[in-house]
């Protein structure tokens, strides 16, 4: 076999391997703009939630009190192998999420962790996933309690194609 047809043969198996390695793992970035509001219908701002917007994809909170907002997540029935959230804080707050998996039977199983931040500033949070458990087709979202002034920029879940449920 000649020389040239031996490199061109390996080069494919090297692609082929490379690909298949990088199509192995399945990353979901979101903009913060998905979050939606999760109010009470009590709560003043919950009709008119005009100070609660979206802006270059982030979701912020002009309004003068802390509000709780939900951001869904899509899950191919993985294990997260990460997830995090990236926000801006407002100086001298604190704003906290939790990554929050449901399953569907009845009781419901439940699993979640939160993190926090009083930092002030553009930051990334992460979530301790090491022991998120095996919940068949379960419900993933974060719920985040955003300070007047804060942003959700974006947030990410990071699945093992190889860890199927």
Not at 132 to 150: E, M, R, W, Y
Request: net charge negative; proline share 5%.
């Amino acid at each position: 076999m000649p020389t040239k047809q031996i490199v061109s043969a390996v080069l494919v198996a090297v692609l082929v391997a490379v690909v298949s390695v990088a199509l192995a793992a399945d990353t979901k970035i979101y903009p913060g703009s998905m979050c939606v509001f999760d109010g009470s219908y009590l709560d003043e701002d919950y009709w008119i939630d005009s100070d609660l917007g979206r802006a270059n994809g982030t979701f912020y909170n002009e309004t003068g009190y802390r509000k709780n907002v939900v951001c869904p997540m899509v899950a191919d029935e993985r294990a997260f192998q990460s997830a995090y959230v990236v926000v801006n804080n407002p100086a001298n707050t604190t704003l906290s999420c939790t990554l929050v998996i449901r399953g569907l039977a009845i009781p419901a199983n439940y699993w979640s962790d939160s993190v926090s931040t009083n930092t002030s500033g553009i930051q990334s949070l992460t979530f301790d996933v090491s022991d998120d458990p095996t919940l068949n087709k379960a419900s993933h979202f974060i719920q985040c309690s955003v300070p007047p002034g804060g942003r959700i920029i974006r947030y990410m879940a990071y699945e093992d194609e190889g860890d199927l449920r």
